[in-house]
């Protein structure tokens, strides 16, 4: 499916690596599986030959790891990113959390990437080894001889299935051709709830936090989510809980989580990746972004380094609180 | 009657999409109008009546039909409340109300004519239509 | 009976500078309204972190109000057009998740608008009182 | 774990009457922390008083809970009492259980629940309270003033006769700004220059007055007290010590034909030049673009001619370096461009002017000699049409002209209308206004007479068009009372065009972290009470830079501003409020979010090194409220993720702790 | 041993619930499954794993321990335990089966915690053998055979069939009760039906994964490894592997304060987490790179070291589906030398 070749990335780290021009590589490492790609930092340029993959299931955003391998590193990081990742990068540089000096950044178009768990409900468990092609992916299992054709639109993850933007927004140079910003359906959800009643919303959406297990994934996964101490593993905070003990506790822990990162989430989709419930949790997320663009006019957090996010932002003009539920009525 | 003028001087600020209590008058749109002096009711008249609804001697004057849509006085309105576009909305709900004369596609076709330009023809359909 | 013996708890917070005055002025004309509404002082309505209303409602709050300085008047000249914002979304993203908007309310009272304050806290009280207790937003432990 | 005494008021029967105060006081006792418990008529009457203080000492008591009136009544009463008995007086907190309890609540039942409740939640709080102290900072007892107009001069002269040391940085060679170019003032007509320039000059020979002209203020730090102000002395080429003002340079000058800004292009100048007579301070400059000399080596006849050997052709930009206690900006104003309007042929044909113009035109010194002469011919104009809110009241399009009402330009226009009837009565002058606005001492009077008295021919209408033909300008307007479009043949045509905010403000705004609006006049720290204070503190506001004003009005807030910064500048320290914010380095993120809705430009970042665990050192990016600046709002603290800005006196704990209590 | 026609599962569950609480593995609507509580319409979904392991009957991510009530200034402690109820756990898979035995090691032997002991005696598990082991298997590593599940009664499923074998008394009795819905057989059928679960877990991709390196006075050899460092790097300290774990047991005693009193609660905690083990003077474990490490050894070497070379992991494979970035114990093991030579 993606259409640059690992090989063209692969050579592109190994010789900034060879030449010195940088100190590591961030990208992805392979796992036992052709699915279980894990982030990885390279030092070498025999490491990547052995295990660097570029493949459709990078989906890992690996913007993140560079507020703290940056500042384990004295020269330059290299990193891969994606189109959706340039957004996330964009936004901790606005923030201040590394020195943009620091990393190059090398930008990949994306074709998308899979969803194992669709894959392997689409072709079953066992999976022995899957093959990408053209238009999705040839997989066999243990329990049957015949690889099973899976088409990779049906088994996109959902980030991707609702892509806001091909386009790279940062980077230093890029592999392969620039995309553009698309128009995606990823608010057609929200709209779809918000079309419920208060008490179909509110039995909806205790239906999905009732799965929470509060492993914290979502939050340890999030680009926006890199506070030197979270207010829920702070004692003095009054909010911290360590496990969703009631449903109030589930509520508050996504609310806030969703308010804290509202006008920073750049939608990469991450928590709802993770999530070992499925739980969509990029719903909250998109909500906060679809009310801001209502309210306060298109705002893409991340699409451009510096610009002020919305809620430390203000016009004279602004909507009422009141007034919110009539704008939305609109 | 009063209610009628109202419906109808609202339905022109709907169409033309005028603002006219955005108006001060200060009169610079009569000022500029370079067919002031062939108008029973000038350009500031225009947002001042259809503000107040005062809509029934504006649809039947001659004033209507002056108007050259210059524009000038839309060019330096102060305040934005383009007079021209209100003439042009009055124009067109003086024709609503014009019932049965309307226009209909099948009356297009007996109407070309060699010499008439095809624009004229739609633009006539155009307005002439509902 | 059951039903005229609810009484809700409300919780307001009033910025210092225009509702807390606001609402001494209330207090100064006897206007009268629920004793069930309940004022914590914040020096500015930009002070109310959405995890106090969320704490509010734990603990068995059945609707909070935030008070604030008018839009223009702010003692901090922009305080309260943060507030509004964060409000704005909160309060959405709160009925979004089923919990009834009634309970929750941004209100500007200035130093001068006791009689609104009073108005305001009437009908605020009145409003949740109508939607009764909260169980949406409740936290089981904190039931007496 | 606090010691915590509890005081509750009857305050006669205005809380006896509804609450039950014995029963309140009962049920505090039991409070986590309450140690002592009382209540007595009057707390805040001396006896009462007393009885707190006798408690803190018996008691030993850490903190106070007074339930009473409302803390905006007797806080500070308390807090003083507070003080008094040893106790650090931010120990107090008080439970308004009279204008929001008993006052409002007529149910004796409900209204001593309720201030049970309300005692709880104080008691909550007052148990996370923590002793405060309010900060101190020295004061540099020296003041900058940004700009050397009206506004400018007033406020340095002011402060400089209160006994401290004034600054005034100007970008003109000279002082004196936009009214040394007017000719007569209103309502009074007496002559600008005559009332200007004496004060000018007591600028220039006061001791306590520094005036760095041509100059630019090119970095300010710091905050309130102790600004550092580096400005940039433009390199003028003459060496200002020495210059004598003679003007013999001038007159031997080659360069002849370079417009005079001065006259605003009316006429022109000498490459070395002093823009007028009285210019302050008096001596000459070279501009670079225009002196032979300095573009190609060639001439060099100043520096011949002037015995006293001021002439520097090597001179080069100076840096001065200056600490200050406060800052007044009175950067002034300037009529906008009329590039955007065409209807009124001003780019077209010379004889439509500015009012501006008309000054000059008018000015014994201009470039007429005080002869109302139009530009075009030096003929005598016998049909002269004015043209009111020019750009002004324009809510079109932005960048054409300004929504705002300019204020001053119905009173000058009405001064220049008389002036013309006074001294050429044979002329017809028509004013175009949409309304006129004199809302002044003796400023419709004034109008009334250039109507009633001079003739002046006032025309409710606006001039839509201007063309030039021939050596007339038609003038088609509209007269709106007689319904009429009016055709005039005019010789001169003056615009009363709209005044912005000098360019150089913008800028300023940022490095000083002053809020402006939209159309970039700065923002007062409160529009009624504080409005010569900017939100920042130790930066105020003089002058036309905060909103479009006439000279009476420019006088009177540049005295006001005058006074606010001696008011600062008396002070050896400063005391703040200890109610502010304060992060948490260990938890600091560093994003920025809080210094992007601090109202006052209170944060600030560094650099600092943290130990970590596998014991490397790891430099991370930290917020520090300077606590000089900061006022105590707490939009940092919400916007803060981490939790790491609290606000002292309204912490985050403090404020759960009073919902719990009072949902308890 | 018995068997039950599989058109006759409805009738058996009905069955089971008039005596005893009946969970089962169902759907949960998001892709996962879950053990249901069963009732009229809840199907049985015979699913590899479900999410949430079943350690959650005796081990509940959170439960109260006890109450403290405020009287003024007096604290009044309420003893809030209650008796559990009987229940019945079907379709544990045999790996989990497993992870009860590496619990009740922790909370059975001394100090017994009586919370879990009173779930743990009131329930009766009925395994299910694994038709379909997947990718991610890798019990056999650990000696489970899953096509012989422990548990009070082992189960297997044909086409058309269960099969039933009663391990234990508790198990026993429970057949007893379903007698009526059941009919005697031999191994006849569920024989082949081991042999073919024996033959696909020799051929899947973990297979190779050994334990000869692991247990019992490994400390040393692996604790200063410089391997940690690598492999931790792109863990995000998420609790994820360890709340879905069977055999993750570390948990936490929290208060928390109501208003009109305080309840004292236990939940999951995680060695993930920066404040696990934290004590006054600090934390013990700082840096990533040791709590992933704790994790690891605690499974492959400390646990075994204290258990009779019991390990605690049972090769479920749920941290392999559910880690956010994959990097799971069998990597660990792979690259401490964990595989067969």
């Not at chain 1, 496990?243 to 750049?266: L, N, W």
């Not at chain 4, 400005?231 to 002849?256: D, S, Y």
């Not at chain 4, 005019?490 to 360019?503: F, G, N, R, S, Y």
Request: glycine content about 6%.
């Amino acid at each position: 499916m993606q259409k640059v070749n690992r090989d063209v990335l692969l050579e592109k780290a190994a010789a900034m690596l060879d030449a010195g021009e940088v100190q590591a590589v961030l990208g992805w490492g392979a796992g036992e599986f052709a699915y279980d790609v894990t982030p990885r930092v390279f030092e070498t340029s025999d490491e990547l030959r052995a295990d660097f993959v570029w493949n459709d299931f990078c989906g890992a955003n690996l913007s993140k790891y560079l507020v703290s391998k940056t500042k384990k590193l004295e020269g330059k990081l290299l990193v891969f990113l994606k189109p959706c990742d340039t957004y996330s990068f964009n936004q901790l540089l606005t923030e201040h959390r590394f020195e943009r000096e620091k990393v190059y950044a090398v930008a990949v178009p994306c074709e998308g990437m899979a969803d194992v768990q669709k894959l392997k409900a689409l072709a079953g468990d066992g999976i022995s080894s899957i093959e990408s092609t053209d238009s999705g992916f040839s997989v066999t299992t243990i329990y049957d001889d015949a690889p099973v054709e899976v088409k990779g639109a049906d088994v996109l993850l959902e980030k991707c299935a609702n892509c806001k933007s091909r386009k790279h927004v940062a980077y230093d140079e890029l592999l392969g051709d620039e995309g553009e910003v698309l128009d995606s359906n990823r608010f057609d959800e929200v709209e779809r709830i918000e079309a419920m009643t208060s008490e179909e919303r509110f039995a909806f959406w205790q239906g999905e936090l009732s799965r929470c297990i509060r492993c914290n994934a979502c939050r340890d996964v999030c680009p926006a989510c890199t506070c030197e101490k979270c207010v829920f593993d702070n004692p003095n905070s009054g909010a911290e809980n360590k496990a969703p003990t009631t449903s109030f506790e589930e509520q508050m822990f996504h609310v806030i989580r969703a308010f804290h990162v509202a006008g920073r989430c750049t939608d990469c989709g991450e928590c709802s990746r993770v999530c070992p419930q499925n739980i969509p949790l990029h719903l909250l997320n998109r909500k906060f972004i679809k009310d801001i663009n209502t309210f306060y006019g298109e705002y893409q957090a991340g699409a451009e380094e510096g610009s002020r996010a919305p809620l430390v932002d203000y016009t004279l003009e602004d909507l009422e609180a009141e007034d919110v539920f009539k704008k939305e009525a609109e | 009657m009063h209610n009628d003028s109202r419906k109808i001087a609202d339905e022109i600020i709907l169409r033309s999409g005028v603002n006219p209590r955005r108006c001060m008058k200060c009169g610079k749109c009569s000022g500029t109008c370079p067919a002031y002096e062939e108008m029973e009711y000038h350009p500031h008249e225009f947002v001042y009546m259809v503000e107040s609804g005062e809509v029934e001697p504006l649809l039947n004057s001659k004033s209507l039909y002056m108007c050259l849509s210059c524009f000038a006085c839309v060019d330096r309105c102060p305040r934005g409340v383009e007079p021209a576009k209100l003439v042009e909305a009055v124009r067109n709900a003086y024709l609503r109300q014009q019932d049965n004369k309307h226009m209909n596609a099948d009356d297009v076709p007996a109407k070309l004519d060699d010499d008439l330009p095809q624009q004229a023809i739609v633009s006539a359909f155009r307005k002439y239509r509902k | 009976m059951q039903v005229n013996e609810y009484k809700p708890l409300i919780v307001a917070f009033c910025c210092n500078w225009c509702s807390y005055a606001g609402a001494d002025l209330a207090g100064n004309n006897r206007l009268n309204y629920p004793a069930d509404v309940k004022i914590i002082r914040v020096p500015c309505s930009c002070r109310v972190n959405p995890m106090f209303i969320l704490r509010a409602f734990q603990r068995g709050a059945d609707g909070v109000i935030i008070c604030g300085c008018h839009p223009g008047d702010c003692h901090y000249t922009s305080g309260n057009y943060y507030t509004r914002r964060r409000m704005a979304l909160l309060f959405s993203m709160l009925d979004f998740l089923g919990i009834e908007r009634e309970r929750t309310r941004l209100e500007w009272v200035s130093a001068a608008e006791g009689a609104k304050f009073a108005a305001t806290m009437n009908d605020f009280a009145e409003t949740v009182a109508a939607l009764g207790e909260n169980k949406r937003l409740e936290d089981l432990r904190c039931k007496k | 774990m606090q010691r915590i005494g509890v005081f509750v008021c009857w305050c006669g029967s205005n809380i006896a009457g509804t609450v039950d105060v014995q029963a309140v006081s009962e049920a505090l006792k039991t409070e986590p922390g309450v140690v002592f418990f009382t209540n007595y008529q009057y707390m805040c009457s001396q006896a009462g008083q007393d009885i707190i203080i006798d408690a803190v000492k018996e008691h030993n008591l850490t903190g106070i809970v007074v339930c009473s009136c409302s803390p905006r009544m007797h806080e500070a009463t308390f807090r003083k009492t507070a003080a008094a008995a040893g106790l650090n007086p931010y120990m107090v907190e008080i439970a308004n259980i009279r204008e929001q309890c008993s006052w409002v609540h007529k149910d004796m039942a409900s209204g001593t629940e309720k201030a049970i409740i309300l005692g709880k939640a104080a008691i909550a709080k007052v148990n996370l309270n923590a002793p405060l102290t309010p900060g101190e900072s020295p004061v540099t007892k020296r003041a900058l003033v940004i700009g050397g107009g009206i506004a400018g001069i007033q406020t340095a002269l002011d402060i400089a006769d209160a006994g401290f040391p004034v600054d005034i940085v100007e970008t003109k060679p000279t002082i004196g700004g936009k009214m040394a170019q007017l000719d007569k003032t209103f309502p009074t007509l007496d002559c600008a220059a005559c009332i200007l320039t004496p004060k000018m000059v007591d600028v220039a020979q006061n001791d306590k007055i520094r005036i760095f002209s041509y100059s630019e203020v090119q970095e300010i730090k710091g905050f309130v007290g102790n600004f550092d102000v580096t400005i940039k002395k433009k390199a003028r080429f003459v060496k200002e010590e020495i210059c004598t003002g003679c003007g013999a340079c001038v007159e031997k000058c080659p360069m002849k034909k370079i417009p005079n800004e001065f006259n605003l292009g009316m006429d022109n100048r000498r490459a070395i030049y002093i823009p007028f007579a009285q210019a302050v301070p008096k001596v000459a400059t070279i501009d670079p673009s225009a002196c032979n000399m300095l573009k190609n080596g060639k001439c060099g006849v100043c520096s011949k001619v002037c015995t006293a050997g001021a002439i520097d052709y090597t001179q080069k930009d100076e840096f001065i370096n200056e600490k200050y206690g406060a800052i007044v900006v009175a950067t002034g104003f300037n009529p906008i461009s009329m590039d955007k309007f065409d209807e009124y042929a001003y780019n077209q044909s010379k004889d439509v002017i500015t009012s501006l113009e008309f000054e000059r035109l008018t000015n014994a010194a201009g470039p007429t000699q005080g002869k109302l002469l139009r530009p075009s011919d030096l003929e005598h104009p016998h049909t002269i049409v004015f043209v009111q809110c020019v750009g002004s009241r324009c809510a079109a399009c932005a960048e054409k002209g300004k929504e705002y009402c300019s204020k001053i330009c119905c009173m000058y226009t009405a001064k220049h209308a008389m002036l013309v009837r006074d001294k050429y009565p044979d002329t017809e002058v028509y004013v175009f206004y949409i309304d006129v606005r004199t809302p002044g001492k003796n400023f419709d009077e004034f109008y009334r007479r250039a109507v009633e008295e001079y003739g002046v021919k006032y025309i409710k209408g606006m001039v839509g068009k201007v063309t030039p033909e021939g050596n007339k300008l038609k003038v088609r307007a509209s007269d709106l009372i007689a319904g009429k479009q009016l055709n005039i043949d005019a010789d001169l045509v003056v615009l009363a065009v709209a005044i912005e905010p000098d360019k150089s403000a913008r800028p300023l705004a940022t490095m000083l972290t002053a809020s402006m609006d939209t159309n970039d006049f700065f923002t007062e720290a409160h529009p009624k009470l504080r409005p010569v204070e900017s939100p920042t503190a130790g930066v105020f506001l003089s002058g036309a830079c905060q909103g479009p004003k006439d000279i009476p009005e420019t006088v009177s807030q540049a005295s006001a501003a005058a006074s606010k910064v001696i008011g600062l500048l008396v002070k050896d320290k400063l005391k703040g409020n200890p109610c502010i914010a304060s992060a948490n380095e260990l938890m600091c993120n560093g994003c920025s979010t809080c210094a992007n809705v601090c109202p006052y430009g209170a944060i600030t970042y560094i650099d600092k090194e943290f130990p970590m665990f596998d014991r490397t050192m790891q430099t991370r990016r930290v917020a520090q409220v300077n606590p000089a600046v900061c006022q105590g709002c707490g939009a940092c603290t919400v916007a803060c993720m981490s939790g790491a800005m609290d606000l002292r006196g309204f912490a985050s704990s403090q404020i759960i702790a009073e919902v719990d209590a009072i949902c308890r | 041993m018995r068997k039950c026609s599989l058109s006759k599962l409805t009738d058996l569950f009905q069955k089971i619930n008039e005596s005893a609480s009946l969970y089962l593995p169902a759907t949960d609507n998001a892709g996962g499954a879950v053990y249901t509580k069963w009732a009229d319409g809840v199907e049985y979904l015979d699913v590899l794993n479900t999410v949430r392991s079943p350690k959650d009957f005796f081990f509940p991510q959170s439960e109260n321990l006890m109450e403290f009530k405020l009287k003024g200034k007096n604290i009044e402690i309420l003893d809030i335990r209650e008796e559990s109820e009987d229940f019945v756990i079907f379709g544990v898979r045999a790996c989990d089966v497993k992870s009860f035995e590496v619990l009740d090691r922790v909370f059975l032997s001394e100090p017994v915690d009586s919370y879990y002991q009173n779930r743990r005696a009131h329930a009766v598990i009925i395994s299910m053998a694994c038709m379909r082991p997947a990718d991610t298997c890798f019990c056999t590593a650990f000696g489970i055979d899953a096509a012989e599940p422990a548990g009070d009664v082992s189960a297997w499923k044909t086409e058309c069939d269960l099969y039933l074998k009663a391990n234990t008394e508790k198990g026993a009795q429970l057949l007893a009760k379903l007698s009526n819905l059941t009919e005697e057989c031999d191994d006849s059928e569920v024989s082949p039906l081991q042999e073919k679960i024996r033959n696909i877990m020799k051929k899947l991709p973990l297979e190779g994964i050994s334990l000869e390196n692991f247990g019992k006075g490994k400390t040393k050899e692996y604790f200063d490894s410089p391997l940690w460092t690598e492999l931790s790097e792109a863990c995000l300290g998420c609790g994820t592997c360890t709340f879905v774990c069977p055999t993750c047991q570390c948990y936490d005693i929290k208060d928390f304060d109501t208003g009109s009193g305080v309840i004292r609660y236990r939940c999951w905690d995680s060695c993930m987490y920066s404040d696990f083990t934290k004590m006054a003077h600090g934390n013990s474990r700082n840096t990533q790179v040791e709590r992933f490490r704790q994790r690891f050894m605690h499974k492959l070497v400390y646990y075994p070291e204290n258990n009779d070379g019991l390990f605690s992991c049972v090769g479920c494979g749920r941290c392999l589906s559910k880690c956010p970035i994959s990097m799971n114990i069998v990597k660990v093991m792979k690259a401490l030398g964990g595989e067969k030579k």
